[in-house]
């Protein structure tokens, strides 16, 4: 079975707790705080202010720039503040607040659940529909849509991959968006085709998902345009670059090479439906599934929930947090990040909520290192994390840089198989951020 | 017999054929240095802590030695008395400073500043700093992980284990600088030092709005402008929510300090205002 | 609600190695070798096994208590694998205050000065025995005769690489099976590759070691050895490579000394540099040298190369040409 070349480790994916339960939807929150950075890139200028009333998918703040995305209203009512608030991590960032009165939606907006195969838009109409939708990479990374369809001068697209892997363990919100939207999928995979002008899509699945793997080749028939690839379950299999490699057997160089730079775009499952709904129902994205899962949740649950509404909402719909020690995260237990305030609101990143409990949701205690060479093994970029978080605690920033440090991905293979528990990766995390911040000081002086 | 002498004639001559090559060698791979750079290093402190912007004392040494002006350069460590010796070696106008401690900005000890969560991430606070607030609900106070007391050659700042925070040992800092670096939420300021170490320094960064800061913590600077008003001397600004005593203008007559209604102004080997008496100059 | 949170960056959930896990399963990994060495040599063998690890355990808790007065780690099993791997590479016969003088080179010289586990350059179990085989060396090659009936007067005392060291190219009582499954005199934990060959394949499966380490350093033996044999002309181009991997410490210095975790390289390109180098010394030293056995020196040898392969053997990097 396909796979990516170097590295990797296996975590047990316990999707069984989340992967049975149909997507349900999750109540409307009275009050919504919309943070205005729900993306790579600069945040999003705020459109309305205090007083305003607004309606569901109307625009309320917009792109700052090419990279960047727009952000519209998730409920109706009206906007009671334009404020910095802390977010998920405390940190104070700059968000609309919006009471909810009742569920006015925008005309605009095709709410019927007809499916809308025929698509004739060119490729720059569809590109603009997707940047006015505030489209992003739903996958967790938050790129936004529009600047990774929009092909650079020089480069040409060969092959589109559609991102369904979802090796983050945990996590079943894009699987069951492939099983229950396929259609819209399939229907989203062929517009984003049109719009970087590709006759080939893969849709990559990992093995521990033959249900959606069949059940898209069953959509897709006898077509030949989109086949579906059953990749080998190993993390991290849905990072781009491992990606890339498992379909097409093309490494991506080192940055700054783009997955373009191959003939590669990939988008994820998600991002493939959002996109759907938003070239042919004019649904901006607003909502978005959210898995609420963890070995203490009594109900985990798949969420279809409306950007803004608070985590623990979230937490207490599926049975509420048990007792005692835990740690809520945003996104799976692999590159997820820890609440420290868990009135954070679902931002359109966010795939899922694990919650880890008792032991599991502290650390092991650290012990010094054997040189047993597992980090190097796991490693899917091929970099030598021991060395690096080495380098990173005595601050040796260029010897970083000449081993390679920008190639990380912070997939944290490193840290998770360290028989000595060492936070390799909290390191080698803050070296890269270091080296990144050094390169783009100097490449502004040139 | 004759081995003993052949034994010894071969060691000599190697010695000597050793000697010979090592006489040319080292002519040939000499490296022509200014011997003042030798003297002018040997003046300075020699803890290389770099507080002076160089990797090390022969960096500044150099640099003093090759500069004609070099009132830009200056050691923290060995003072005004160093420089000035080595200005008067070199014959070039001392550069001056007023001598500085390092202050840190923060009085959110374990019970004012109540814990809202714990971190168990990798004992650093570059790392928890760029990965969340902290432990507090505060976002711009001391997370007390010591990233500073790494930085400090001098062993002059520590983590006080019942408050939580940094603090400064003023009778060793030498005001070098690098735990102001070294501190990524940026509390740490170099103020003027006083006499016997006196101090009055407003120990509070937040930018938050009253409100909020009130409620993070009861140290805290909430904005109030009490004491930017009671200042005869116009050194204190309230800015973004934070008061600020400038050092420079700041005279340590005390108003600001009974003014203050959290106590987030510091006041350290002084005693408390009773009532209206004469600035007395310090100094 | 009572909670108390977490935070702390990703990733959130841990593999089950753990450094106890590993050193648990290479002391696992030996005891097929140590039982065919109770069964070849009789029970002398356990009591130097117990008073090997006893030392070595008690060395290291005395020298992190009140040397070094840091935190004491000998929980984490690493004592009791030098302590046993030490043993395993002493004659059956040997006194037991031999054993604790090795026990101190071993983690007195060769690990704790250079700051325990992890940052020792040579493997203390190799550095002790070949201090052992320096310092005492009647007492470390005067091997006894394996007791079991049939296979008793295999080789009479001497291993079967001291024997073939007099006689180069004299196999007439070369014995493959015998070896192979323990009759051979020698340390006594090298005496049977039929159970240090379990042990590796118990290694291999737990995912302890990979792979690189022991086929580079038996295959690179095996080929000299071929090459050697063949200008000797006849059977001896496959006889002369297969005694000398049953031969002597060949497995179990290619499966559990040189593949020791501390000092042996990072990545595989290294490791199999480190391999080939170990075999070729080996090979030169029990052909040429002056002792029988060559492969502890030349782990020895190849570990004071690990930090220089470090350096220079990178892991070949994703998306690099």
Known sequence: ???????????????????????????????????????????????????????????????????????????????????????????????????????????????STTLVT??????????????????????????????????????????????????????????????????????????????????????????????AVAHLQQIIGTATDITVQMLKTQYPQGGEKQLIAAVTSRQVPPPPALPIDVGAVVCNASTAVAVYEAVQKNKPLIERVVTVTGAAVPQPKN????????????????????????????????????????????????????????????????????????????????????????????????????????????????????????????YVRLGKQTVMGIIRARNMKK | MTTLI??????????????????????????????????????LPGANC????????????????????????????????????????????????????????????????????????????????????????????????????????????????????????????????????????????????????????????????????????KAGCIGCRKCEKVCEFGAITVENNVAFIDSTKCRLCRKCVAECPTGAIRMIGLAPLVKKEEVKEEK | MANRFFVSPAPHVHSDYSTVRLMGDVVIALLPALMVSVRVFGWNVLAITTVSIASCVLLEYLVQKFLVKGPVTVNNLSAVVTGLLLAMNLPANIPLWIVVVGAVVAIGVAKMPFGGLGKNLFNPALAARVFLLIAYPVQMTSFPQPTINGFADAYSGATPLGAAKGMLVNFADFDALGMFTGAMGGSFGEVSALALLLGFAYLLMRKVISWHIPVAVLGTMAVFAAIYGATMGGAMIWQFPLFHLLAGGALLGAIFMATDYVTSPMTTKGMVIYGIGIGVITMCIRLWGAYPEGMSFAILIMNSVVPLINKYVKPKRFGVK
């Open chain 2, 50 to 217: 770099g507080g002076c912007g160089f990797p090390g004392c022969r960096g500044l040494a150099t640099a003093l030695v090759e500069s004609d002006d070099i009132s830009a350069l200056y050691c923290s460590v060995g003072g005004d008395e160093c420089m000035s010796k080595i200005a008067d070696y070199l014959g070039k106008a001392a550069p001056k400073k007023e001598p500085q401690v390092a202050t840190v900005r923060c009085g959110g000890s374990c019970e004012k500043r109540p814990r809202t969560n714990t971190y168990v991430g990798a004992t650093s606070c570059a790392i928890a700093s760029s990965l969340y607030v902290g432990e507090t609900g505060c976002a711009y106070g001391c997370l007390g992980y010591g990233d500073c007391v790494e930085a400090c050659a001098f062993d002059a700042i520590h983590i006080n284990p019942e408050t939580g925070l940094a603090e400064v040992d003023a009778d060793k800092c030498t005001a070098c600088g690098a735990c102001v670096k070294a501190c990524p939420k940026g509390i740490i300021e170099l103020r003027k030092r006083w006499p016997k170490n006196r101090a009055i320094y407003v120990s509070c960064v937040s930018k938050d709005k009253g409100a909020v800061t009130m409620k993070a913590c």
């Open chain 1, 303 to 426: 969420l279809l929930t409306r950007f803004g509404t608070p985590v623990e909402a979230m937490i207490a719909k599926c049975g509420g947090l048990a007792e005692g020690d835990v740690k809520v995260i945003n996104g799976g237990p692999m590159m997820g990040r820890a609440l420290s305030n868990i009135a954070m609101p679902v931002m359109k990143g966010c795939s899922g909520i694990t919650i880890m409990v008792g032991a599991a949701a502290g650390r092991g205690v650290e012990s010094a290192c054997i040189k047993c060479a597992k980090c190097v093994e796991a490693c899917p970029m091929g970099l030598e994390p021991y060395l690096l978080s080495k380098q990173a605690k005595k601050k040796a920033w260029d010897a970083m840089e000449a081993n390679d440090i920008t190639s990380c991905i912070e997939c944290g293979c490193c840290q998770f198989t360290c028989p000595a528990n060492i936070p390799l990766l909290d």
């Open chain 1, 1 to 111: 079975m396909k796979t990516f070349p170097i590295g990797g480790v296996h975590p047990s994916d316990n999707k069984q707790w989340s992967k049975g339960s149909a997507i349900e939807v999750m109540e409307l929150p009275d009050v919504v705080n919309i943070p205005l950075a729900q993306h790579i890139g600069a945040p999003a200028t705020a459109i309305v202010k205090k007083g305003d009333s607004v309606v569901v998918g109307q625009k309320i703040a917009e792109a700052t720039g090419f990279m960047s995305a727009n952000i519209h209203a998730p409920i109706s009512g009206t906007v009671t503040a334009v404020d910095m608030q802390p977010n998920g991590q405390g940190l104070r960032q700059m968000m609309i607040t919006i009471k909810r009165e009742g569920d006015e939606w925008d005309e605009a907006i095709d709410r």
């Open chain 1, 118 to 211: 025929e698509c004739n838009l060119e490729p720059k109409q569809i590109i603009e529909k997707i940047k006015d939708a505030g489209i992003v990479g739903m996958g967790g990374a938050t790129f936004p849509t529009h600047v990774k369809l929009s092909i650079p001068d020089g480069k040409r697209a060969e092959i589109l991959i559609i991102n369904g892997v979802e090796c983050e363990p945990y996590l079943t919100s894009d699987y069951r968006t492939m099983l229950e939207r396929g259609q819209e999928l399939i229907v989203g995979t062929r517009i984003l085709m049109r719009a970087i002008g590709v006759t080939k899509a893969v849709i990559g699945v990992e093995a521990n998902k033959p249900d």
């Open chain 2, 6 to 43: 052949y034994t010894i004639l071969t060691l000599c001559i190697i010695g000597v054929v050793a000697a010979v090559v090592l006489y040319f060698v080292a002519q040939k791979f000499k490296v022509e240095e200014d011997p003042r750079i030798d003297e002018t290093e040997k003046m």
